[in-house]
């Protein structure tokens, strides 16, 4: 454990957070302060600042006398995410194109051929999954400090989504053939219609995930 203030506060920042995340505190649950600062054998202090940062992230509600809720994710929610995937990374694609290393896009495509993108979240190494790792890839080489921090928290919110319907076996929508599609056009070094085709990638997605959670809602 951290033992300067900053380092412990991140520290507990951190830890809480990933766990929201990563769907260890499921959306809908309740966290408690009293727990947290037993479990992590700290104060109150570095516990209470890392809830109100996250509650500025919008990940959780606190209720004072009542404790914290892990806000729920709504239709509304999910339009809103995509809606920012679909406007912003046809964008990334374009300027992380000619930036991005052809061997490392062709070791995307094999793992791809060899069926690694069925792995599912949060296996015993805690990796995400080849599909979110080909994203995240891109993102990380656009060149643009400000979209890739952007990009990331969108892509932790995208995370908290796909793990939540995964344990409720909502998301089945397979990209495989569109994923294979956007490597070959990046090595190909078309972007422009890399760019498209993860547009309708997104949409797609954006489309079967609300189909799917509208199911769940209804019973």
């Known amino acids: 454990m951290p033992n300067k203030k900053g380092d412990l506060k991140n520290y507990v920042y951190q830890i809480i957070r990933d766990r929201i995340i990563n769907c260890t505190y499921e959306p809908g649950s309740m966290i408690f302060e009293q727990s947290l600062t037993a479990e992590l054998k700290?104060?109150?202090t570095?516990?209470?600042e890392a809830l109100n940062r996250i509650e500025q992230e919008g990940f959780i509600r606190i209720m004072?006398?009542?404790g914290v809720m892990v806000k729920e994710i709504t239709v509304g929610d999910v339009g809103q995410?995509?809606?920012a995937r679909e406007e912003v990374e046809p964008i990334v694609v374009r300027l992380a194109g000619p930036y991005l290393d052809k061997e490392k896009m062709r070791e995307f495509r094999k793992r791809y051929e060899n069926n690694e993108h069925t792995t599912m979240w949060m296996t015993a190494d805690k990796n995400p999954p080849l599909d979110t790792r080909l994203h995240l890839y891109i993102i990380d080489n656009c060149h643009n400090t400000f979209l890739k921090e952007f990009m990331h928290k969108i892509f932790d919110r995208n995370t908290q989504l796909m793990i939540f319907s995964h344990h409720r076996e909502l998301n089945i929508y397979n990209a495989f053939d569109e994923h294979l599609q956007i490597i070959d056009l990046i090595l190909?070094?078309?972007?422009e219609q890399a760019s498209q085709v993860i547009k309708n990638h997104v949409i797609h997605n954006r489309d079967a995930m609300i189909a799917h959670l509208l199911?769940?809602?209804?019973?």
């Open 215 to 219: 199911r769940y809602q209804q019973g």
């Open 188 to 191: 190909e070094e078309k972007y």
């Open 81 to 83: 995410l995509f809606q």
């Open 46 to 48: 570095p516990v209470r």
């Open 42 to 44: 700290v104060s109150r």
């Open 64 to 66: 004072p006398k009542k």
